[in-house]
């Protein structure tokens, strides 16, 4: 399995942007995916997870402002991020895993290389 993220950018603090992830190698829709970030000097966090059967989780940090959907004839995972905050200024990684369910890095055995967000106040 390979993960590609895009989407990532410099805005002002209340823009929105959209994060995009394109898996292949694998049967996408049979995978739940996961959108991880890491803020400069911090551990990587949970940001938001999407299994196969549409059951979604957001971190307390994102919930309201942040949307994760997945488009599996594309086999494509998206991140619109509104209402943003320099708080969420970080790398964000997109991941994938087999287990219906994932909060935790490890839960993740695919990864993707990462897109930076960076958001002026």
């Known amino acids: 399995v390979q993960l590609q993220a895009s989407g990532g950018g410099s805005v002002q603090a209340g823009a929105s942007l959209r994060l995009s992830c394109t898996f292949s190698g694998g049967t996408f829709s049979t995978y739940t995916m996961g959108w991880f970030r890491q803020a400069p000097g911090k551990e990587r966090e949970f940001a938001a997870r999407l299994n196969w059967v549409g059951g979604i989780y957001y971190a307390d940090s994102v919930q309201g402002r942040f949307t994760i959907s997945r488009d599996n004839a594309k086999s494509t995972m998206f991140l619109q991020m509104n209402s943003l905050k320099p708080e969420d200024t970080a790398v964000y990684y997109c991941?994938?895993?087999?287990?219906?369910?994932?909060?935790?890095?490890?839960?993740?055995?695919?990864w993707g290389q990462g897109t930076q967000v960076t958001v002026s106040s």
């Open positions: 991941a994938a895993t087999p287990l219906r369910t994932g909060v935790r890095d490890l839960d993740y055995p695919y």
